[in-house]
């Protein structure tokens, strides 16, 4: 008896339907309608680059005003003059790993110097520097990659624009800075084989024998210089 009620119930159901099919038409469109209104996907306004994240930070006896926080490196980078004003460009350790750009370009560094004291806010942080030969660029004096900033407990907010170095002083914010230049890129180390090892120890030899000149210049690339600055300022790594 149960069935046969149920069934009757849904026999009366459709009839009513299609007597007001008009009404249900319209209700069926305007439920649809506001289904679309909730799913219909929002359009963001595109933003241009609203610039890069710079640290103040003491490294060695030089203040430094605007190191570059880099999200997307995996190295922190600075040129022979800088490791020369530093006085630490005849004690650089040999290099294990090459430089890798955005381009898929790659080069082999001078050297490393492990645990070089850098100093931010009222910390000192142990810093691996790897120095390579090129033009120092008062915009980039220092580029800090993801070990500093990991060390660091640094955060990266593009929507307030601002980074938080939590283990330095969570209270203290650093703003985003207007970028200087238009050039871009990735820096990555990958393993130097054998012979590129070979290469940083003429590298060395030369440095040995010139340190009265200041500074070397190598012979084997002169487009160097001008492909560094190219590429070492990144999105911001931060």
Known sequence: MDS??????????????????????????????????????TFLPKVKDQGKFTLPCTLGHLEIDNALVDSGASIN?????????LGIAGALQRPTTSIMFGDATSKSPLGVFKNYHLKIGECIIQTDLTV???????????????????????????????????????????????????FCATIDSTTLSSKSHGATKVVKERLTKNQELGRIRMREDQGLRSHVLRGLELRNHV
């Not at 070990?147 to 330095?168: C, M, N, R, W, Y």
């Open 132 to 182: 390579m030969e090129m033009e120092e660029e008062k915009d980039l004096p220092l580029l800090l990659g993801t070990p500093f900033l990991s060390t660091v407990g640094a955060s990266i907010d593009f929507h307030k624009q601002e980074v938080i170095l939590h283990k330095v002083n969570s209270l203290v914010s650093y703003r985003l800075q207007p970028r200087g230049s238009d």
């Open 77 to 85: 980078l600075i040129s022979l003059s800088m490791a020369e004003k």
């Open 4 to 41: 046969m009620s149920e069934a009757f119930d849904q026999m009366q159901m459709v009839k009513d339907v299609l007597a007001n099919s008009d009404k249900v038409s319209e209700v069926l469109q305007e439920s649809t309608h506001q289904f679309n209104l909730l799913t219909s996907p």
